[in-house]
């Protein structure tokens, strides 16, 4: 039992996997890497030590003293990030708890509504009507919010599923303009898409592309003032497919686009209700994740235009 407990914990890779951190932040890591540093850091001292030091004694004293010094920043340090792994499991499985707890009590109140407000309520006042689209407004942004801090913890653990297949990348953003269209249309924004004929199909996962279009494309509506108009262009290029959205929004002012791609950085120029700041590190991380690039230009008060690539095979 003993040795299979010590066979364990000489497991780095199993202990950085608890910790869920990336090996080179894993303390159990660190720890040999420091080691491999103090003999290195012995040695050198030892050559300089001979080349002008005469006394053995001495020589011998100073590595010692070295290799000491070194042992004990080593631990230190080692201790520190573990601490910091700690905390880092402990934040991980918190937000896995609380999002999985949350997911179906969120689930059930939506259908719930979703069946009071088609069936039972005929005879309802508009005031009640209200308040229940009130409620499921509320429960969509819940949801949304509980997924999207999945995303990240899937992101951040490295357990992204990515599923590839064959896709037309027209017919998925055709589909996501349909159903964006009464926010559009309630926003006074308008949607234009425009394509390249002939545009080859692309080798890549479907469910993760949507997430990023609705993310780009609800930002891009969410931050129009007034009335406004969202273009979306699809075109080749090379051997990628590039991916375009435009709108004449407020922007981004360039004192905030450095953080753009941030956990939980909302843009202080938002005029509608903001969401919870993951979307666009969520769209990057997949992009990325896909073997694409993402990028953006921005001029406040004038609208914002993104782009996005991705292999065609």
Same mark, same amino acid.
């Given at each position: 039992?003993?040795?299979?407990?010590?066979?364990?914990?000489?497991?780095?890779?199993?202990?950085?996997?608890?910790?869920?951190?990336?090996?080179?932040?894993?303390?159990?890591?660190?720890?040999?890497?420091?080691?491999?540093?103090?003999?290195?850091?012995?040695?050198?001292?030892?050559?300089?030590?001979?080349?002008?030091?005469?006394?053995?004694?001495?020589?011998?004293?100073?590595?010692?003293?070295?290799?000491?010094?070194?042992?004990?920043?080593?631990?230190?340090?080692?201790?520190?990030?573990?601490?910091?792994?700690?905390?880092?499991?402990?934040?991980?499985?918190?937000?896995?708890?609380?999002?999985?707890?949350?997911?179906?009590?969120?689930?059930?109140?939506?259908?719930?509504?979703?069946?009071?407000?088609?069936?039972?309520?005929?005879?309802?006042?508009?005031?009640?009507? $209200?308040?229940?689209?009130?409620?499921? @407004?509320?429960?969509?942004?819940?949801?949304?919010?509980?997924?999207?801090?999945?995303?990240?913890?899937?992101?951040?653990?490295?357990?992204?599923?990515?599923?590839?297949?064959?896709?037309?990348?027209?017919?998925?953003?055709?589909?996501?303009?349909?159903?964006?269209?009464?926010?559009?249309?309630?926003?006074?924004?308008?949607?234009?898409?425009?394509?390249?004929?002939?545009?080859?199909?692309?080798?890549?996962?479907?469910?993760?592309?949507?997430?990023?279009?609705?993310?780009?494309?609800?930002?891009?509506?969410?931050?129009?003032?007034?009335?406004? $108009?969202?273009?979306?262009?699809?075109?080749?290029?090379?051997? @990628?497919?590039?991916? @375009?959205?435009?709108?004449?929004?407020?922007?981004?002012?360039?004192?905030?686009?450095?953080?753009?791609?941030?956990?939980?950085?909302?843009?202080?120029?938002?005029?509608?209700?903001?969401?919870?700041?993951?979307?666009?590190?969520?769209?990057?991380?997949?992009?990325?994740?896909?073997?694409?690039?993402?990028?953006?230009?921005?001029?406040?008060?004038?609208?914002?235009?993104?782009?996005?690539?991705?292999?065609?095979?």
């Amino acid at each position: 039992m003993k040795l299979k407990k010590i066979l364990h914990q000489l497991n780095i890779p199993a202990q950085c996997r608890r910790y869920r951190v990336p090996l080179w932040q894993c303390p159990q890591f660190l720890f040999p890497i420091m080691g491999i540093v103090i003999i290195g850091a012995a040695v050198i001292a030892y050559l300089i030590g001979t080349r002008y030091i005469k006394d053995p004694e001495i020589i011998a004293l100073i590595v010692l003293i070295s290799s000491g010094v070194l042992f004990i920043l080593t631990y230190i340090i080692t201790i520190s990030f573990e601490r910091l792994a700690e905390v880092s499991r402990m934040k991980s499985e918190f937000i896995s708890i609380v999002s999985h707890q949350l997911r179906s009590p969120i689930t059930n109140l939506s259908w719930a509504i979703d069946i009071l407000m088609s069936r039972g309520l005929r005879g309802a006042e508009k005031k009640q009507l $209200e308040y229940f689209k009130i409620l499921k @407004e509320n429960s969509g942004r819940m949801k949304e919010l509980v997924q999207d801090l999945l995303d990240v913890l899937r992101i951040e653990e490295g357990s992204l599923l990515i599923r590839k297949e064959k896709i037309s990348l027209v017919e998925i953003v055709k589909s996501l303009i349909f159903k964006f269209q009464p926010f559009a249309l309630s926003s006074n924004v308008e949607i234009k898409f425009d394509f390249d004929k002939n545009l080859p199909e692309i080798f890549t996962d479907s469910h993760q592309i949507k997430v990023v279009i609705e993310n780009l494309l609800d930002n891009a509506i969410r931050y129009i003032k007034r009335k406004g $108009e969202v273009k979306i262009r699809l075109r080749k290029k090379e051997n @990628e497919v590039l991916f @375009e959205i435009k709108d004449n929004g407020v922007g981004i002012p360039e004192e905030d686009q450095k953080y753009i791609f941030q956990k939980f950085f909302r843009s202080k120029s938002g005029t509608k209700q903001q969401g919870s700041g993951l979307g666009l590190f969520i769209t990057k991380s997949i992009i990325e994740r896909l073997g694409g690039k993402i990028w953006f230009e921005s001029e406040e008060g004038r609208g914002t235009t993104f782009w996005f690539t991705l292999p065609i095979k």
